[in-house]
Nanobody
């Protein structure tokens, strides 16, 4: 059974940083993509970043490009999202997801999801 567990969320002032972690277990993910999505109150879930489990290619939403960095540690089966220069509009519940996808920005293509971690950025 695949399990994804996010951690690292919290309350931070604008301009600050947080690092989210997503620990994956239950299978091998060599052909999978790992994605981070977020959902703010009253808004749809949106793509943030993605990385292929094997390889170095990364993808980012325009709104976070240059501020967020996605990375992974295969030895720990963990994906990270380093978030710098945080803004109040980054406030959301952040979810990690995994799947064999054709469109990394499309949330419905991901097969497994974590329960999310809250990120709140105060102004």
């Amino acid at each position: 059974q695949v399990q994804l567990v996010e951690s690292g969320g919290g309350l931070v002032q604008a301009g600050g940083s947080l690092r989210l972690s997503c620990a994956a277990s239950g299978r091998t993910f060599s052909n999978y993509y790992m994605g981070w999505f977020r959902q703010a109150p009253g808004k749809e879930r949106e793509f943030v970043a993605a990385i292929r489990w094997s390889g170095s290619t990364t993808w980012y939403a325009d709104s976070v490009k240059g501020r967020f960095t996605i990375s992974r540690d295969n030895s720990k089966n963990t994906v990270y999202l380093q978030m710098n220069s945080l803004k109040p509009e980054d406030t959301a519940v952040y979810y990690c997801a995994v799947g064999v996808v054709t469109n990394i920005r499309r949330s419905r293509e991901y097969d497994y999801w974590g329960e999310g971690t809250q990120v709140t950025v105060s102004s």
